[in-house]
C-alpha cells in the first residue's frame, strides 16, 4: 500500500519568512495530493491540492509543487503570519482506489513574532 | 454550520464497554470515510462507504469495529469491548464523487 513520509516533524519560522514542508510518496499510482491544516482541537481543513497531471499550483501565499518522477511534493507557505501556527499533513490517493487518503505524520509550525 | 458534523465529541468509557459514534455528512456527498487519529500521528484510514455500501475496511478494522451508512446518509461507527489501545480520535469525512474530502471535528475517546 501506499506510504508518505513527511519532514520535517516541527518547523519554526520568524514572521514574515516562508516555511517549506516536504513530502515523498512511495505508489507511483497515486494522482492527487492535498495539504491539511490541523488547528489544535478542531477539524482538519483542506487548503490546497494539486493533482498528478500538474507541476505546480498556487493560492494567494500558499502553493504546492508536484515531482512525479521522484515522488515528492511540497508545500510552501510565503510571508509567513501567526495564525499559520497549526500541524500540517500531506496526503495522497488514488483515483479510483476509493480516493482513500493515506497522511503524513505532520508538521507542526510556529510562526514566532 | 452546514459541514460534517459527529457526535459526540467526547466520550470516555470503560474497558470492555461498548460505544457508538456518529457522523452527519455534507448533504449530497455520496461518500462517507471514518479516520482514527492518534496523538502525533496523521489520521489513518479505516472504511469508507458509497452510498450506503460498504466498499472497503481497512486491516485496522479489527472484528471488534462496524461501521453502517443506513439510507446512505450519517453512519454509525460501533466499538464493542472497547480496549485502551483503541483510545483515540475518530474522523469523519465525506466527499462528493472526486477527490476532495471534508473533515468533521471528530469524537476524542478515551477508554480507562
Known amino acids: 500500500g501506499e506510504n508518505v513520509e513527511q519532514h520535517p516533524s516541527t518547523l519554526s519560522v520568524q514572521e514574515g519568512d516562508s516555511a517549506v514542508i516536504k513530502c515523498t510518496y512511495s505508489d507511483s499510482a497515486s494522482n492527487y495530493f492535498p495539504w491539511y491544516k490541523q488547528e489544535l482541537g478542531k477539524r482538519p481543513q483542506l487548503i490546497i491540492d494539486i493533482r498528478s497531471n500538474v507541476g505546480e499550483k498556487k493560492d494567494q501565499r500558499i502553493a504546492v509543487t508536484l515531482n512525479k518522477t521522484a515522488k515528492h511534493f511540497s508545500l510552501h507557505i510565503t510571508e509567513t503570519q501567526p495564525e499559520d501556527s497549526a500541524v500540517y499533513f500531506c496526503a495522497a490517493s488514488l483515483t479510483g482506489g476509493g480516493n482513500k487518503l493515506t497522511f503524513g505524520t505532520g508538521t507542526q509550525l510556529k510562526v514566532e513574532l | 454550520d452546514t459541514g460534517v458534523s459527529q457526535d459526540p465529541r467526547h466520550k470516555i468509557t470503560k474497558r470492555g464497554q461498548n460505544v457508538t459514534f456518529r457522523c452527519d455528512p455534507i448533504?449530497?456527498?455520496?461518500?462517507l470515510y471514518w479516520y482514527r487519529q492518534t496523538l502525533g500521528q496523521g489520521p489513518e484510514f479505516l472504511t469508507y462507504f458509497q452510498n450506503e455500501a460498504q466498499l472497503e475496511k481497512s486491516r485496522l478494522l479489527s472484528d471488534r469495529f462496524s461501521a453502517e451508512r443506513p439510507k446512505g446518509s450519517f453512519s454509525t461507527l460501533e466499538i464493542q469491548r472497547t480496549e485502551q489501545g483503541d483510545s483515540a480520535m475518530y474522523l469523519c469525512?465525506?466527499?462528493?464523487?472526486?477527490?476532495?474530502?471534508?473533515f468533521g471535528a471528530g469524537t476524542r475517546l478515551s477508554v480507562l
Open positions: 448533504s449530497e456527498h455520496n461518500r
Open positions: 469525512a465525506s466527499s462528493p464523487q472526486g477527490n476532495i474530502q471534508y
